[in-house]
């Protein structure tokens, strides 16, 4: 969602949790991929402008292999759960704890922030959001989990 719903909402801190996501938008998307009866325009996220831009991609009818990425596409919680059963093949790929934490910090080090906002957003927001995708997802087809950063 665009940050000033989340400020309305008072989500903004909270960004990237599930509840800060359009997800019967997504729900529309992949639906209207699936049909494949027509070019279906998907949003684009900008990280350095931090908003999505509608219509920025195209995806053409005669396109047969679509991959979705996405920390919350096996969340077992409503509204997330109703993508059960909206895709051909699922694959999670869950680092360890330390190389998550690792590779968070390192991320939001990428994006200048300082130590107190490197704490917070690790511990008060995408560390309990990992938590809450491992605890409370729906079994991948596959599962690969990775041990280390390198």
């Known amino acids: 969602m665009d940050n000033g719903i989340l400020e309305e909402r008072g989500l903004l801190k909270r960004k990237g949790a599930p509840e800060t996501f359009d997800v019967r938008a997504f729900i529309d998307i992949v639906s209207a991929v699936r049909r494949a009866d027509e ?3 998907v949003p684009v996220f900008d ?3 931090e908003i999505a831009i509608a ?3 195209p995806v053409a009818v005669e396109t047969r292999i679509i991959l979705a990425e996405g920390n919350y596409l096996l969340l077992d919680e409503a509204p997330w759960s ?3 059963g909206m895709f ?3 694959i999670f790929v869950g680092p360890s704890y330390e190389v998550l934490e690792e590779r968070l910090r390192q991320r939001w080090i990428h ?3 300082d130590d107190a906002g490197i ?3 690790l511990y008060g927001n995408d560390l309990p959001n990992g938590k809450r995708i491992i605890d409370n997802s729906r079994a991948a087809d596959i599962a690969i989990e ?3 950063t390198a």
């Open 111 to 113: 994006y200048g922030l």
């Open 47 to 49: 990280r350095s402008r």
């Open 119 to 121: 704490e917070w957003k």
């Open 88 to 90: 051909d093949l699922s």
């Open 82 to 84: 109703r993508l059960d």
């Open 39 to 41: 070019e279906v325009l």
């Open 146 to 148: 990775i041990f280390e």
């Open 55 to 57: 219509s920025a991609r």
